[in-house]
């Protein structure tokens, strides 16, 4: 067969099949169109303000450095007037972070865009290797996730900056709604899928020294509508430098089971994670409002895990759903405290509902909770909401029971962190290794 | 020390059923239970879906209401006809009459041709015959599911542009020129499946049957719920997997799943001790292994997730419960901006949301993605 022109220009060779729409196109055609249909993400939902300041999560990955590269470009040739900086977050893993910060320095003096780096190390006195060498291999991924949002919020404030863009692409977003689905978490289902989400107003939270000013900061996902096969095609026709290693960790059960099946389903049609993305956009507005706001939340779009666990997430769901559904038949009920009188009204028979939804998302909180990597350095960690927390404040059993309906923010005692509870979860995890540190390094009798 | 607790069952042999003496067969959801109590739990978990049937005898002049049953002659929906013949049978005995009336419709030329190879139309002939023998108490039916393309009005128009093809055309030749026409396994199989839908509860609504029963298990609705999502139609998730409330409109009909409380292998237990056997009813299933290769140009959406599920229902029974459950939360209605409306679309009937200006949006995103047109 003759080779075939591209359907744009009409005059070079197709190159790229492209997955969304099957047309055929040569690599210039491809990029012009990639980047504008990134530019139509942010014009039609309104992204930026003319001038704003806005950091750009980079990982040193493909996604944040195609994002970086793009957003310059259109930066220049719309004429938005952004003010554009990379954000890092050095978690403190040798063999991986050290490596992609190396990627991210590249980029930021080909872009020539400035680069603030947060470590773990200044902000919470631990590395994550350090972390590692204290908790074990197992369940490290929660400290990081948690450590991570704080940091990139502090990361935000530190460069005045009140709007984070992070690279999440379709797969991402397409992988976490299938997910979200299997585990029954409807309200991040609805958070992953919106271009923009906002961490509630914190402007007034400040820590008591007055080092850090909290602000309200946004964030949001411009290529949100861009499959993964297109940003590394993107990637490779602008010769990009990006890094390619995972995180030493494996992938968690749930997300590496959605994977898998996203991947699959892009085989048998490649529209489908276009549709699933839209199906999840679609659903989120059929969340009921007190399912759907989730303020203090993660997107959890990462890709890591413990690999040690791997199986162990969804074994360990499949455990508490059982127990929960050998409660319900015979009637027991787990005994589930709703957090407030008010809602008293509800009927009897809901409460086995409500023991289930409890149970599903304390299951999901349980440990896979901060476990992505990468663009989740963009994605802030969360725990379950703990209403009883001011009575209780070391009641573990009991903060595990309560639903997270609204929360009401308030700031860590702490470090000023805004956080639903007395205690923000960074605090609480930091709390915990600084009480074992002596121990580790004396070790005599 | 030897800590063996007292009445230790015997090494060898089953465990004891969890509520009587006897040994037990399988493991449902934790409880080693014997063929009789299996039997007495798939009931329960059946019947208990059918609360808004259940029969007032305090009205004994009321006409008993009438219930269609999907068959497909797949081990599910055979089972819940057996099942609702035991139990009508039973309310018989008990008070001289059954509260409601079951009408079993079999749909031609929907199962069939999934490998090419079509199952003879004597061999679907011979299955109803036997199985109107087994439960004479319920009257059984056949329908083509080409004849929806005449039956429901404005269907043949929005689906088949093609003027060589008019009503003047058998219905079986325009629906597989349709079918022809679509561009891939996914999108025919997606389209047979509407077209059935369509057909059963018109079906339904033109024989005054309060309500459409599907013998879909937890499994198969977690299945639908991914392979919906994945073809655009998350919009319609509760209209597709939830029961839907009781209608008081005239020709409503209710949509009941009333084995969504029972898993797949749970469904093909309680069919292996049905007596008489129900494996002569039965159309073989193909093995999924062979359905769930995604390379192959046949390989559908369904038939992944089919695949999916049937590892994960293996390993994690109570998560392919808990998907279906949070379908169960949604709510049907979506809250609507300005500029937005509600219409039904017009291939699946589906109530989806108009949006703004886009032109000829007559027809729900997932169905313009299954027929593929593209632009």
Known sequence: ?445 | MAHDPPNNPPISGPPQCARCPLPSLAVLRLHPLCPTHITQYIHTKTIKRLETFRTRYSSPNDPPRRLLLALSFGVSSTSLLQILDLHLAGQRERVGRAGVEVRVLWVRGFNEGEEGKEEGEGQGEGRMQRLRERHPAHEFATLELASVLNLVPGLATSLLPNPDLDASTPTSHRLDALLTSLPSASSRADLKRTLLHRLLLHHASSTHCSALLYGSTTTLLAERTLAEVASGKGFALPQLITDTPATTSEGGVQILHPLRDVLRKEIQIYASLVSPTLTSFLIPEQPVGAKAVVNSRDATIEGLMRGYFEGVEEGFPAVVSNVVRTVGKLQVQPKLEREEKVADCEVCGLDFVQEGEVERSRVCGGCVRMLGHAS
Not at chain 1, 405 to 426: F, R
Request: charged residues 25%.
């Open chain 1, 1 to 445: 067969m003759a080779p075939r022109e591209c359907e744009i220009c009409q005059n070079n060779r197709a190159q790229i099949l492209r997955p969304k729409n099957h047309a055929r196109i040569c690599a210039p055609c491809f990029t012009a169109l990639f980047e504008q249909e990134v530019a139509e993400t942010i014009e039609s939902s309104n992204l930026f303000q003319p001038g704003e300041r806005v950091a750009i999560g980079a990982s040193g990955g493909k996604d944040s450095t195609v994002l970086a590269s793009v957003l310059k470009t259109l930066n220049e040739r719309q004429k938005w007037g952004l003010d554009l900086v990379l954000l890092s977050i050095d978690e403190g893993i040798t063999g991986y972070r050290d490596h992609s910060l190396e990627a991210v320095k590249r980029n930021a003096a080909d872009l020539d865009l400035p680069l603030k780096i947060v470590s773990y190390q200044e902000l919470y006195g631990w590395s994550m290797d350090q972390v590692v060498a204290q908790i074990g291999k197992k369940g490290n991924c929660t400290y990081c996730g948690v450590f991570r949002r704080q940091a990139l919020d502090r990361g935000a404030a530190m460069l005045g900056v009140g709007h984070v863009v992070t690279g999440h692409n379709a797969d991402d977003v397409a992988e976490t709604v299938l997910m979200n689905l299997l585990r029954g978490d409807l309200p991040r289902l609805s958070r992953a899928t919106s271009i923009v989400t906002s961490t509630p107003s914190a402007a007034k939270a400040k820590s008591a020294d007055g080092k850090v000013t909290m602000t309200n900061v946004k964030r949001s996902k411009p290529m949100i509508y861009a499959y993964e096969k297109e940003i590394v095609m993107y990637a490779h026709h602008k010769k990009l430098d990006y890094f390619s290693t995972e995180c030493i960790y494996s992938p968690e059960a749930f997300r590496g089971s959605a994977r898998t099946l996203i991947k699959n389903l892009e085989r048998i049609r490649p529209e489908s994670i276009l549709d699933v993305v839209k199906s999840g956009m679609d659903m989120a507005r059929l969340v009921p409002q007190e399912q759907g706001a989730v303020p203090e939340e993660v997107e959890m779009t990462g890709r890591c895990g413990d690999a040690k666990e791997s199986g162990g997430e969804m074994a360990a769901m499949e455990r508490k759903l059982q127990q929960d559904e050998v409660a319900a038949t015979n009637g027991i009920g787990v005994e589930i405290q709703l957090p407030r009188s008010s809602k008293n009204d509800r009927e009897l028979g809901s409460a086995h509902a409500h023991s289930r939804e409890t149970v599903a998302l304390k299951a999901a909180n349980d440990h896979p909770d901060g476990q992505n990597h990468d663009r989740d350095q963009l994605a802030p960690v969360t725990l379950p909401t703990r209403t009883k927390m001011k009575q209780k404040p070391a009641g573990r059993g009991a903060e595990k029971r309560t639903l997270p309906p609204k929360q009401k923010l308030g700031q860590c005692e702490k470090c000023g962190y805004l956080s639903s509870q007395a205690v923000c979860k960074a605090c609480m995890l930091l709390e915990g290794l600084n009480k074992a540190r002596p121990h580790t390094g004396i070790e005599v009798g």
